[in-house]
């Protein structure tokens, strides 16, 4: 992530994502099913490794792309929890539940993770990319709107209502509790609060500390539109969920 421009960060941090999910689902659900209680325990395992090392090594970072990086392990932990739970000694009631669960949080996870990486490019100028935490200082005073805007992204993928974020982690967790692993759940919760530790450290960046650069942040208005575009998704899906949760389900049950 560090090591490639921005332009490139953006597309292996969101299209290998649903890459992943659809090859997962191919292999795992169509083709190995009557082994998920084997294949179940392997992703149990994962999950909370993806967590646990995601958000614990997110932490640390002073770089926003690498923070990004580590993060990303933590949403797909939280990504394989749904395809964990679809299938409970051996009854797969709660598999569309699940699965569709499972595909919504990684479509969010697209769309903040596109905006947020949008936002380091529209932070960019010649000679250097604006990758470092300490390059959001006082984003606030320099362009509210834009701010704004990467505000909803932080809230959003720390899991903070009501953004699309929220919604995802929480029809996940619901599949979760609804299969009967409340430890699971519990876990994911937990390592949840940990996350949310290091995306609002981005906020607090934004809004009380000095900017390094005081000078107004100015963008061409293909970049305002489609980064102002993100950010309103990014809100609505929070409020109106349904519908892409819906195409989500229908889509699993259309192909399992």
């Known amino acids: ?4 421009p921005t332009a490139v960060t953006l597309l292996i941090g969101g299209a290998p994502k649903l890459a992943a999910f ?3 689902i191919r292999l795992l659900v169509d083709g190995l099913l009557p082994l998920a209680i084997d294949w179940q325990q392997m992703l149990a395992v994962l ?3 993806s967590l646990l090392v995601g958000n614990l090594a997110a932490i640390a970072q002073t770089n926003l792309k690498r923070m ?3 993060s990303a392990i933590s949403h797909m932990g939280f990504m394989l929890l749904g395809i964990v739970t679809g299938v409970v000694g051996g009854d797969a009631r709660f598999a569309l539940n699940a699965y569709s669960s ?3 949080y990684v479509l969010a996870y697209v769309v903040m993770t596109t905006g947020t990486f949008g936002m380091i490019l529209l932070m960019a100028r010649a000679g250097f990319e604006a990758e470092d935490l300490d390059d959001y200082k006082g984003l606030n005073k320099r362009s509210p709107w834009f701010a704004g805007i990467m505000l909803m992204m932080m809230f959003s993928m720390a899991g903070i209502p009501f953004f699309v974020g929220f919604f995802a982690k929480f029809s996940v967790l619901q599949a979760v509790v609804a299969a009967g692993y409340m430890w699971l759940a519990i876990v994911a919760v937990l390592f949840s609060l940990i996350g949310a530790f290091y995306y609002l450290r981005v ?3 934004m809004y009380f500390d000095p900017p390094a650069d005081a000078s107004p942040l100015t963008a061409g208005m293909d970049m305002r539109i489609l980064i102002s575009a993100n950010g309103l998704a990014v809100a609505l899906l929070g409020i109106f969920p349904q ?3 819906s195409l989500c389900a229908y ?3 259309r192909s399992l």
Not at 1 to 4: D, L, P, V
């Open 1 to 4: 992530y560090q090591g490639a």
């Open 22 to 24: 659809a090859i997962t």
């Open 47 to 49: 999950a909370i490794g």
């Open 68 to 70: 990004l990086a580590y």
């Open 102 to 104: 499972a595909m919504f």
């Open 203 to 205: 906020v607090k960046m």
């Open 243 to 245: 519908m892409l949760m």
């Open 251 to 253: 889509a699993l049950l």
